[in-house]
């Protein structure tokens, strides 16, 4: 079964600075997507990013972007110029074509004015 | 465009009560729909989803149950509630694009 790992439960950052949260996931599957989801105190789950495994080009929205490492399969996310609304629990998310999704336990994000 | 539904937002039940959470989805047809339990501070434990009417599959086994009576509507039942049942409850649908779920508000279940 696939897993999703990440190691850091809680981060902080100042307020304007880059961060990074770590995220590694287990497959024997070749195709498959990966996720991040922002869920801030209303915790409304946000889709943050996507990355389709057969795309070797890292995704990028906006500040946010990943680094995606298929043959360690490592998933980190970076969130540049870092703002007080980004203080939140980011989830890393593993799914399969038409199959259900695994999430990591989450990191605390907090960012510090 | 999809939108989600949840309600109600806010539910306190005393131990032993029944339960009933909805999840409807608007803008889309034949959508796989989840059941998403978060205790506080954790991660997401996924409960039931249906790829169709009627048709549901189990997570995990405990005192719920899900039935999906119509083709965007999705419920989470129990018999008698438990205090474990208390959390958290997300509904979500799965985009067609790119495997992505979107979720709803979600419930705030506390059982006393």
């Known amino acids: 079964a696939q897993t999703v790992t990440q190691s850091q439960p809680e981060m902080s950052v100042q307020e304007a600075e880059t961060v990074t949260l770590s995220c590694t996931y287990d497959?024997?599957?070749?195709?498959?997507?990966l996720f991040w989801y922002k869920q801030p105190p209303s915790r409304q789950m946000i889709l943050v990013i996507r990355?389709?495994?057969?795309?070797?080009q890292n995704a990028t929205e906006n500040r946010f972007s990943v680094n995606f490492q298929k043959a360690a399969k490592s998933f980190s996310l970076k969130i540049s110029d870092s703002q007080l609304g980004d203080t939140a629990m980011y989830f890393c998310?593993?799914?399969?074509?038409?199959?259900?999704?695994?999430f990591g336990a989450g990191t605390r994000l907090t960012v510090k004015p | 465009s999809q939108t989600i539904h949840q309600w109600p937002a806010t539910l306190v039940q005393p131990v032993g009560s029944p339960l009933s959470l909805e999840c409807t989805v608007e803008?889309?047809?034949?959508?796989?729909l989840y059941w998403y339990r978060q205790a506080a501070g954790r991660g997401l434990q996924l409960l039931f989803y249906?790829?169709?009417?009627?048709?549901i599959s189990s997570e995990v086994p405990q005192n719920l149950s899900a039935s999906r009576p119509q083709d965007r509507q999705f419920i989470l039942s129990s018999k008698k509630l438990l205090l474990s049942d208390s959390g958290f409850y997300l509904c979500?649908?799965?985009?067609?694009?790119?495997?992505?779920?979107?979720f709803g508000p979600g419930t705030r279940l506390t059982v006393l």
């Open positions: 979500a649908w799965l985009g067609f694009a790119y495997n992505e779920q979107f």
């Open positions: 990355q389709e495994a057969y795309k070797q």
């Open positions: 249906s790829v169709g009417i009627g048709q």
């Open positions: 998310a593993f799914g399969e074509y038409n199959n259900d999704m695994r």
């Open positions: 803008g889309t047809s034949n959508p796989n």
């Open positions: 497959t024997s599957e070749n195709n498959y997507y």
